[in-house]
Nanobody
Framework: QVQLVESGGGLVQAGGSLSLSCAAS????????MGWFRQAPGKEREFVAR????????YYADSVKGRFTISRDNAKNTVYLQMNSLKPEDTAVYYC?????????????????WGRGTQVTVSS
């Protein structure tokens, strides 16, 4: 069982940066690929980024490629999302999630464990 807690959200102006963290409990963090997802009001939850168990393989949604960076520190049981050049359309609740499989899935349904989310608001 893995429990996930996100932090680092807030209000930022367009063009600014935010750094999100997701701390995991338990000793099995390195057994999970980790993903970041986001959900804006009235919209479905969408994939943002994914990092493999070792950190060697990373995927990004096209909408954030070149602006966001996902990373992890298995010694600290933490996954990060550095967000630069933020846009108003990045406004959403951001969730981290854990996937015990290694298929590189971008589907929310593939992830077994979820945090409660952190709000990111980008003003224009």
């Amino acid at each position: 069982q893995v429990q996930l807690v996100e932090s680092g959200g807030g209000l930022v102006q367009a063009g600014g940066s935010l750094s999100l963290s997701c701390a995991a409990s338990g000793r099995t963090f390195s057994s999970y690929a980790m993903g970041w997802f986001r959900q804006a009001p009235g919209k479905e939850r969408e994939f943002v980024a994914r990092i493999s168990r070792s950190g060697a393989t990373i995927y990004y949604a096209d909408s954030v490629k070149g602006r966001f960076t996902i990373s992890r520190d298995n010694a600290k049981n933490t996954v990060y999302l550095q967000m630069n050049s933020l846009k108003p359309e990045d406004t959403a609740v951001y969730y981290c999630a854990g996937d015990s499989a290694s298929y590189g899935s971008r589907s929310p349904g593939s992830y077994e464990h979820w945090g409660r989310g952190t709000q990111v608001t980008v003003s224009s």
